[in-house]
């Protein structure tokens, strides 16, 4: 399985920017598809975007449709999120996550074989 560790997340400002990055391990990092969820406190784990392994993106959740754009670098092992228009509601602990291809739907946890262990964003108002 890979390994996943996920950076770039801090305090911003509600309309200000931040991008995500996921570094992978190992060697088979083209065999996955990547997805990027998120969990606000007292709330349920949300999808929010997922790429193929090629980097055709497959989807995003309404709620960030036209602010978030997910990619990645299969060179450097990496899948970014990048965060534009920023609300004070897209405040959670963001996972990157891999998921093995022909594995179920993107938007489904439950098919992602390996998690990044979260990274903090807070929306201030």
């Known amino acids: 399985q890979v390994q996943l560790v996920e950076s770039g997340g801090g305090l911003v400002q509600a309309g200000g920017s931040l991008r995500l990055s996921c570094a992978a391990s190992?060697?088979?990092?083209?065999?996955?598809?990547m997805g990027w969820f998120r969990q606000a406190p007292g709330k349920e784990s949300e999808f929010v975007a997922a790429i193929r392994w090629s980097g055709v993106r497959l989807g995003y959740a309404d709620s960030v449709k036209g602010r978030f754009a997910i990619s990645r670098d299969n060179a450097k092992n990496t899948v970014y999120l990048q965060m534009n228009s920023l609300k004070p509601e897209d405040t959670a602990v963001y996972y990157c996550a891999a998921k093995r291809l022909h594995s179920g739907s993107y938007e489904d946890r439950s098919n992602y074989a390996s998690w990044g262990q979260g990274t903090q964003v807070t929306v201030s108002s």
């Open positions: 190992g060697r088979t990092f083209n065999s996955y598809d």
